[in-house]
């Protein structure tokens, strides 16, 4: 068995890992990164990136359609899905091939294959070359999540699928069921409801995407529903029976069962961590509902063992597990980073219209005893938003009426994704709404709505 000697092993190459390995090794350190299957982990492969070129082959298809509102015209408008996914998963192909050259770039050694920590301070790993030991003083676990699959909602990857299977999909769906309104729920609705799928929701909460602002899910329903989309709030799929091309789903909701047939189901109810076979309950590592619980600055209680990422639990998102990855290679080489703030890490959801959210809702700044001020902005205010046709849409700030304090900022509309960053920067800087007052906004942009927002909450909006 050959046995190799490293100063940090990472286990796990997706957006964690794999920039933990890259800043240990910029610090000097010699750095082993393990994957079991693709350099880039899910998001990369299976999920952030390719759901967005899915998303973006959507976009434009409505927007062909829509030529004559802007004085194009455009015959015999089509697509054909086989070429849409092979675009979709090209750009994961090149982006996961440049991880490979990121690694060689900064001398990270790369072991293929299942790694398990049979001690402290030891990685094994199973691969093609057979058993191999990676021995270092420090491990960083960033293993990700899977799709949580529900008894009797499994996937089979023909009638019901999970993400992977609905990224790859052999037959564009007919009749579809999206099962649960979380973004990855309502990105995939939001796709095949664009390309003609008659789309319905299922939602076991009171409104869809349930962790953003009510005002913003409302909003956000108002535009599914006109799109077409069927949504069904506190509705539980209590089973699935599976047929010859067809899937007949058993809906409950205020204590009756009806029921309604699909050709597809895909089931997006949340996810659970890839913490089996990797040995830590024998370490002695606490692992809470399938996440490994560690401290602010992702401590397992386990010296020289540290987790990141999806695995080491919410927000579940591929940006905190990059910034958590820096976070613990600079504690490693004896820095003193700051832990992360969640309140500061920005959610997006890539549906149409675009949801991006920063910092409190209004009802979570209530219950936490904030007197709060509160501005909203409409997209049909803004000229920029009227030039683009897309004049739908709404920006909403929350602010400490005693302080100034920028609580939450939370956006429904097109491009939001990207406006929604300005308002992070000023969480992270401790921004009062006066230093937002003050900062000139170039004009026409989408972003002057952010600055009316902020003078709406204080009375002073100028354009609406």
Not at 97 to 123: C, Q, R, S
Not at 162 to 185: C, E, F, N, Q, W
């Amino acid at each position: 068995m050959a046995e190799h000697s490293f100063d940090v092993v990472v286990i796990g190459a997706g957006p964690g890992g794999y920039v933990a390995a890259i800043r240990a090794a910029q610090l000097g350190k010699k750095v082993a990164i393990v994957e079991r299957e693709h350099l880039g982990g899910i998001c990369l492969n299976w999920g952030c990136i390719p759901t967005k070129a899915l998303l973006r082959s959507a976009e434009v298809f409505h927007l062909m359609h829509r030529a004559k509102d802007f004085g194009l015209s455009a015959d015999k408008i089509g697509f054909d899905l086989a070429a849409v996914v092979k675009r979709s998963r090209g750009v994961a192909g090149q982006l996961s091939g440049g991880i490979g050259h990121l690694m060689k770039k900064n001398k990270i050694t790369v072991f293929m294959g299942k790694a398990t920590i049979p001690a402290v301070g030891k990685v094994s790993v199973k691969g093609d070359k057979g058993e191999e030991t990676l021995k270092a003083p420090d491990v960083i676990l960033a293993t990700g999540a899977r799709a949580r699959e529900l008894p009797g909602l499994e996937a089979d990857g023909d009638l019901v699928w999970t993400y992977k299977h609905a990224l790859d999909p052999k037959r564009m769906p007919k009749k579809l069921l999206v099962i649960g309104s979380g973004a990855i729920g309502i990105e995939f609705a939001s796709f095949f409801n664009t390309l003609g799928a008659d789309t319905t929701v299922v939602e076991v909460m009171d409104r869809v995407l349930p962790v953003e602002d009510a005002e913003i899910s409302a909003f956000a329903k108002k535009q599914f529903t006109k799109q077409g989309m069927k949504i069904k709030e506190k509705t539980t799929v209590k089973k699935l029976d599976r047929g010859n091309g067809k899937v007949t789903a058993h809906l409950e909701a205020g204590g009756k069962t009806t029921t309604e047939e699909f050709d597809t189901v895909i089931s997006a109810v949340g996810i659970v961590g890839n913490v089996e076979g990797l040995g830590l309950e024998e370490l002695g590592v606490k692992i809470d509902r399938t996440h490994v619980v560690v401290d602010e600055c992702c401590r397992t209680g386990v010296k020289g063992l540290w987790a990141i990422g999806d695995i080491a639990g919410a927000p579940w998102l591929a940006h905190k597990a990059s910034h958590e990855g820096v976070i613990v290679a600079e504690m490693i080489a004896g820095q003193h980073p700051h832990p992360i703030k969640p309140n500061t890490i920005a959610g997006c959801t890539y549906c149409h219209p675009q949801v991006a959210s920063v910092g409190l809702t209004e009802a979570k700044a209530k219950e936490a005893g904030y007197d709060i001020k509160v501005g909203r902005f409409p997209f049909i205010g803004n000229g920029k938003a009227i030039a683009l046709g897309e004049p739908e849409g709404l920006v909403k700030t929350i602010f400490d009426a005693k302080t100034g304090e920028l609580l939450g900022a939370h956006m429904v509309g097109a491009e939001v994704t990207e406006l929604i960053q300005g308002y992070v920067i000023g969480r992270t800087l401790e921004t009062t709404e006066e230093d937002l007052m003050h900062t000139v906004f170039p004009h026409p942009t989408l972003s002057e709505m952010m600055h009316e927002s902020v003078l709406d909450a204080y009375g002073r909006a100028l354009h609406y």
